[in-house]
């Protein structure tokens, strides 16, 4: 069967290699004509915010890890901006597995679509319990696991998996944005949430839902696809989300979740 990206693909993304700098200009030069999936991505900065204040707590930094072509401190300013990858509008580069921050020194982490790139998800955990100050967190969002996503998301990208019956947890070796399994969160959090909570005991999961935009996100294309609709049509698709809001956990595309290191002085 033919993948839906051979014959949808933004012309400006086919044929660069999926590790390269050239995707990441691509994406950019994709993202600036495209007002719909510019929407998107905004709402998802703004869900950041909004959870941010209303589950963590502490002072420190505030970073995005996996900024890639479109960082939150674009329209949420302060933020610093990483990733894996050097760029020239990026703040610096920082490895989620080892990551040269100071213990108790961070707030918040924020992470759009990059937890699935890890191939070590232990290390990570890690690193948030040695980073974060207590009742400091980090906020994920990740491809979902209803029906729709478990059907669609096998079938977009040849480089990124999606396999919700994977042994375990590690993901296959290759670059910063290939060899990815994208049902990495429902792996860990609800298949094998015992073993989260029995392996990194000092995080909780505090907050967890299925993001309503998934009608933007799908008919904008994202920043592989070619649209369905015009940027015109942004304002009348978000009527139509929140008419289609309560049927987000059989439809929804990404999920968002919230962990928090737990703080011993309120207990």
């Not at 995707?23 to 719909?36: D, G, N």
């Amino acid at each position: 069967m033919s993948r839906i990206s051979d014959w949808l693909q933004e012309p400006e993304v086919a044929g660069c290699p999926v590790d390269g700098l050239a995707r990441f200009e691509a994406h950019r030069a994709v993202l600036r004509r495209k007002r719909m999936i510019r929407s998107v991505f905004d709402g998802f900065h703004q869900t950041f915010v909004n959870l941010d204040r209303r589950y963590l707590r502490g002072e420190g930094q505030v970073i995005e890890l996996g900024a890639g072509v479109y960082p939150v401190r674009e329209t949420v300013p302060g933020v610093l901006a990483t990733d894996v990858v050097p760029a020239p509008h990026l703040d610096r580069v920082l490895d989620a597995g080892a990551m040269d921050l100071p213990d108790n020194s961070v707030h918040a982490f924020y992470l759009q679509n990059v937890f699935h790139h890890f191939p070590e998800p232990d290390r990570f955990f890690q690193e948030l319990e040695r980073t974060l100050v207590p009742g400091g967190g980090a906020i994920l969002i990740e491809p979902a696991n209803g029906p729709f996503a478990s059907w669609l998301y096998p079938r977009l990208f040849a480089t990124e998996g999606y396999d919700k019956t994977a042994p375990d947890w590690s993901t296959p070796v290759g670059g910063p944005m290939s060899g990815a399994n994208q049902a990495l969160s429902f792996l860990v959090f609800d298949r094998d949430h015992t073993r989260f909570h029995t392996s990194h005991p000092n995080l909780e999961v505090v907050y967890r839902d299925v993001l309503h935009s998934w009608p933007r996100y799908l008919v904008s294309g994202g920043l592989n696809f070619r649209s369905l609709l015009p940027g015109f049509m942004t304002s009348p698709m978000r009527m139509v989300e929140a008419v289609l809001s309560p049927l987000r956990g059989l439809l929804g595309l990404h999920r968002v979740i919230v962990l928090r290191k737990r703080d011993d002085r309120r207990s």
